[in-house]
C-alpha cells in the first residue's frame, strides 16, 4: 500500500506570496491532519479534515486553511506569507471507524520564506 | 487543555549504552504511538500501545503503556548510533479521537 505522499516537497516563496501545499493520505483513509513544524515550537496541529470537513482546528490564524477532496485528498492553503511560516509542514492520514486510528505521515514539504 | 510531556528533551549517550525515553500526562488515552523522525523527514511510526500495562518489543527497543494509561516509556538497549534522531509519543484521546503530541526527545548516539 503507498504511503502518504505530499507535494511540494521544497518551496521557496517570499513574503507576502501564498501559497498551496498538497497531501494524497494512505488508500482507505478519509482523515487528513495537518501540521507545522519548527525547531522552536516542534509540532503544531493546524487542522484535521474528513469526509470533506473540518473535523478539529488548532490555533492559528485566519491566513492557514485547508480543504478536502472527495477522493480524501487534502490541500493547504498560507495567504501573505510571513518570514515565521518557514516551516516543514506534514501532512498525516489515518482511519478514523476502528478500536484505535494509527496516524502515519508524509515526508513533508519544507517551506522557506524570504 | 491536555498536555504530553517527554523526558528528557535532550539526550546525548555513548554507543552501547541503554536509556528511557518518558512520556506523560494526566488524560487517558485510548491508544500511544511513538514515531521516529530524522531531520528534514516526517516522523516515522514506530509502534502502537493500546492495553493498560501493555509491553511490546521492536528488536532492541521496549515499549511499556501504563497501567492506568496515561502515560509510556521507551526503552533502548545498547543503543547504536542509528538510534539517532527526534522521538515522539502522540496519544489518542478516547473521548473524541483527538491526537496530541509530546514535544520530543531528541536522541544523539555517539560512536
Known amino acids: 500500500k503507498a504511503g502518504v505522499t505530499q507535494t511540494p516537497r521544497y518551496l521557496i516563496k517570499t513574503r507576502g506570496q501564498q501559497v498551496t501545499l498538497s497531501c494524497s493520505p494512505i488508500?482507505?483513509?478519509?482523515?487528513v491532519s495537518w501540521y507545522q513544524q519548527t525547531p522552536g515550537q516542534g509540532l503544531q496541529f493546524l487542522f484535521e479534515?474528513?469526509?470533506?470537513?473540518?473535523?478539529n482546528k488548532g490555533n492559528f490564524p485566519g491566513r492557514f486553511s485547508g480543504r478536502q477532496f472527495s477522493n480524501s485528498r487534502s490541500e493547504m492553503n498560507v495567504s501573505t506569507l510571513e518570514l515565521g511560516d518557514s516551516a516543514l509542514y506534514l501532512c498525516?492520514?489515518?482511519?478514523?471507524?476502528?478500536?484505535?486510528?494509527?496516524?502515519?505521515f508524509g515526508p513533508g514539504t519544507r517551506l522557506t520564506v524570504l | 487543555t491536555q498536555l504530553l510531556e517527554q523526558s528528557p528533551q535532550f539526550l546525548s549517550i555513548q554507543e552501547g549504552e541503554n536509556l528511557t525515553v518518558y512520556c506523560n500526562s494526566s488524560?487517558?488515552?485510548?491508544?500511544l504511538q511513538w514515531y521516529r523522525q530524522e531531520p528534514g523527514e516526517g516522523p516515522v511510526l514506530l509502534v502502537t500501545?493500546?492495553?493498560?500495562?501493555e509491553v511490546k518489543k521492536l528488536k532492541r527497543l521496549t515499549f511499556q503503556f501504563g497501567d492506568a494509561r496515561k502515560d509510556s516509556s521507551l526503552h533502548i538497549t545498547a543503543a547504536q548510533p542509528g538510534d539517532t534522531g527526534l522521538y515522539l509519543c502522540?496519544?489518542?484521546?478516547?473521548?473524541?479521537?483527538?491526537?496530541?503530541f509530546g514535544k520530543g526527545t531528541r536522541l544523539h548516539i555517539l560512536p
Open positions: 498525516a492520514s489515518r482511519t478514523l471507524n476502528t478500536r484505535y486510528n494509527e496516524q502515519f
Open positions: 488508500s482507505g483513509h478519509r482523515s
Open positions: 479534515y474528513f469526509s470533506e470537513t473540518q473535523r
Open positions: 488524560s487517558v488515552f485510548s491508544s
Open positions: 500501545v493500546v492495553t493498560g500495562g
Open positions: 502522540a496519544g489518542e484521546n478516547n473521548r473524541d479521537d483527538k491526537i496530541i
